[in-house]
């Protein structure tokens, strides 16, 4: 064994050791409470949970946010917890860069810059990005990867049963098991920066003539697995828009809705992870501004007939055709639908697609906060799925609630009035599974990506 594998070695070691202690000592806490038949305060054990996970300010706080996302993964109190984790991982000193970059591009490394900053401007969960300048003068972003990320990753997907063994103690009305191997897959693909490269190639040609949305261009030979280059893109935090003119704030509203929802409809790919961080926003004289997608590390390709199901759906809710709703649901691989399960799995359906269905200008939701955003349908789903049974929910859906319940949230912070109902049929014109198949092949071919798994 190498000295490089030892050092892997322990750091797994030491990972599930901290990540065992501090999430099992709240599974042991609330396993007791069922033993000895005492009442569990729900509040306390979140806030003991949030805290274990807080702590370790590693991938597994990404874990903890996917989840946090997806109705009935965990009890309310578990999500109002976890939702306020942030990362909070310390920047790596220059000294420690030098060497990580060393490593990546050759001892030549600073040679290949104009200019590299030493200080990062931006810190994440299993990254930072620093400024640096291009000898032709391009402004860039280098995301480079924190030491021992994949030790750090195999470590908390490891405990991820712990995490859940702890919502089935409290009589769960969802099986959670594709949903854990749909979080490990795509945490696991984070990991891979020459893979994300891949997926910015990617949005460039699904976004390329679309003037709402700016998509950096990659560097390949200032990337690698664990370093990834991209353009510079000036912008600022969606939040410092929130007060602006309401012309404005729909116009964002309106790029965020088209960077998430056309590719999915077109192309089969959704970026699963809005959150404010990973977009900023542009401004151009004299004609308004947009978006800039900065980050493209949790990217889902779905099969096309799972998007041909999605658009299913929706015209069977429209037309009240409970036949194609049924088809929807079969076809994205749930089991055993009785009429009691179709309508608990129409009261989320409904709440995701209520605004799409509705034909004027109006707010995603009036009155609702976007911490709250589907926190009462989930509430209703679960309080029905309860008397049934476990229900398998298929893996995809991980990122497409999440992908849902945050564009939501976005559009509550910015108050946006649009008609969301003309925006998503303007998405789905000329709809077909074989047209969407066509796109796909082409577009994942030309950025070096596999075929989409079958369904």
Excluded at 104 to 125: C, M, R, T, V, Y
Aim: with cysteine.
């Amino acid at each position: 064994m190498t000295d490089t594998e030892r050092n892997r070695l322990s750091a797994r070691a030491a990972r599930y050791a901290r990540v065992g202690a501090n999430v099992g000592g709240v599974a042991a806490r609330i396993a007791g409470a069922r033993f000895f038949g005492l009442t569990l305060d729900r509040g306390r054990n979140a806030m003991e949970l949030a805290a274990a996970l807080g702590g370790l300010k590693g991938p597994i706080m990404k874990v903890a946010q996917l989840m946090a996302t997806v109705p009935d993964a965990l009890p309310p109190e578990y999500v109002e917890e976890l939702s306020k984790l942030q990362s909070q991982a310390p920047p790596m000193g220059w000294a420690f860069v030098k060497r990580r970059m060393m490593a990546e591009l050759g001892a030549d490394w600073q040679q290949k810059f104009a200019d590299f900053e030493h200080q990062p401007a931006a810190a994440a969960s299993l990254g930072q990005v620093h400024r640096a300048r291009a000898h032709d003068g391009a402004v860039l972003a280098c995301k480079l990867q924190y030491p021992d990320m994949q030790s750090a990753v195999e470590a908390d997907l490891r405990q991820l049963g712990l995490i859940f063994a702890i919502h089935r103690r409290m009589d769960p009305a969802i099986d959670t098991t594709e949903i854990a191997k749909e979080i490990s897959a795509r945490i696991r693909e984070e990991l891979d920066y020459r893979r994300e490269a891949k997926h910015v190639a990617l949005y460039r040609a699904m976004l390329e003539d679309i003037d709402l949305i700016r998509v950096p261009k990659p560097w390949p030979e200032l990337s690698t697995g664990r370093l990834l280059t991209l353009d510079w893109l000036d912008g600022d935090p969606m939040l410092a828009h929130k007060d602006d003119a309401l012309e404005i704030r729909n116009r964002l509203a309106q790029a965020m809705f088209t960077a998430w929802w056309f590719p999915f409809s077109r192309v089969g790919v959704i970026h699963g992870d809005p959150h404010l961080g990973n977009y900023s926003v542009f401004a151009r004289d004299g004609e308004g501004g947009g978006i800039n997608l900065l980050d493209y590390g949790c990217i889902r390709v779905f099969p096309p007939s799972f998007v041909g199901a999605v658009v299913d759906l929706y015209h069977g809710l429209m037309t009240n055709d409970d036949a194609r709703v049924v088809h929807a649901y079969e076809t994205w691989g749930f089991k055993r639908l009785s009429r009691d399960l179709i309508e608990t799995l129409n009261i989320w359906a409904r709440f995701i697609y209520g605004p799409l269905m509705d034909d004027r200008v109006r707010s995603i939701a009036d009155g609702v906060k976007p911490s709250e955003y589907g926190r009462r349908q989930a509430y209703q789903v679960h309080t029905a799925l309860r008397e049934k049974g476990p229900v398998t929910v298929p893996r995809e859906f991980v990122l497409m609630d999440r992908a849902a319940i945050g564009l939501g949230a976005v559009f509550l912070h910015l108050r946006a009035e649009l008609n969301f109902y003309r925006l998503f049929n303007e998405a789905i014109e000329d709809f077909s599974v074989e047209r969407v198949a066509a796109e796909q092949a082409k577009a994942l071919a030309a950025a070096g990506l596999d075929p989409a798994p079958a369904p």
